[in-house]
């Protein structure tokens, strides 16, 4: 159980609430999960729809793989968000949803096992190059970052907070979404998917800044308190994590929206 005093949300641009190391290591682990998630897939599993509408199991890889390359390359960041940018002032989208169509369609054609095979060589080269980027990048502010799908709520990041949290929360939740989407079992542990959450948790609370307890259960969960006679909360600590993202319902605080 950790208690804390409730406050408001944070007014400067988002920054990582984890220490660096446990990030990158949690970063590298995120990224080996995901691929042996994949390993374990049927043929028939790979064209199950997802809870992105547009993305059946094989787009989320193409996906995921594609931002692998983006942080593993400096040369293939730069082609991405060049290419990004140019398609969404031509069809007046949203920049990052332009830049993961742009990735899906590049693997598109791909079959799944070349698809594993890529993400076994690139997602180690992806840890690196996000371990290298420098403090004075990481400071950098970025501006107009979407909160929600539709792009209507918006704040500023630094560049850390992209490298060290939504990178990892972003493979981290595809791989609960293709669980769901193929009937199976996620792997869940204390000393990674719990901290994983718990940094979730911390974020949520911080944007809504009021008092409450939270219960999450499972592997991943813990107990959490913040002030006094707030609402109290209980759920599992997956499902908490997908409302939080869009992927289901919310009441109370728990509508409060966290990116991933």
């Known amino acids: 159980m950790s208690a804390a005093t409730a406050t408001p ?15 990158m290591r949690l970063a590298a682990t995120e990224y080996d999960r995901f691929v042996a998630q994949l390993r374990e897939l049927k043929p028939d599993d790979w064209a199950r729809p997802t809870a992105c509408t547009e993305w059946d199991v094989h787009a989320m890889a193409c996906h995921v793989l594609g931002m692998a390359e983006f942080v593993a390359s400096m040369l293939e960041q730069m082609r991405q968000m060049r290419a990004a940018r140019e398609a969404a002032k ?5 920049f990052i949803d332009a830049l993961t169509a742009l990735q899906v369609n590049k693997h598109a054609q791909r079959p799944p096992a070349e698809l594993v095979a890529l993400l076994e060589s690139t997602t180690p080269k992806a840890a ?3 371990k290298r980027v420098p403090g004075l990048m990481r400071k950098m ?16 990041w630094t560049m850390g907070y ?27 542990t204390a000393d990674h998917d719990g901290v994983l959450v718990a940094d979730i948790v911390a974020d949520w609370a911080s944007r809504h800044g009021q008092a409450c307890s939270l219960t999450l259960t499972g592997p991943a969960g813990g107990t959490w308190t913040w002030g006094s006679s707030g609402p109290s909360y209980q759920l599992d600590a997956v499902a908490f994590c997908r409302i939080l ?3 289901g319902t919310g009441e109370g ?7 991933f």
């Open 9 to 23: 949300a944070k007014a400067g641009p988002r920054t990582p609430g984890l220490d660096r190391d446990v990030a």
């Open 90 to 94: 031509e069809h007046d989208s949203l």
């Open 128 to 130: 690196r190059g996000r």
């Open 141 to 156: 502010k970025m501006k107009g970052q979407p909160v929600d799908e539709t792009g209507s709520l918006t704040e500023t």
């Open 162 to 188: 992209l490298i060290d949290v939504i990178l990892t929360r972003d493979t981290w939740m595809h791989r609960c979404d293709i669980a769901a989407a193929t009937g199976r079992e996620m792997e869940l």
């Open 245 to 247: 993202c869009g992927r």
């Open 253 to 259: 605080l728990v509508a409060t929206r966290v990116p």
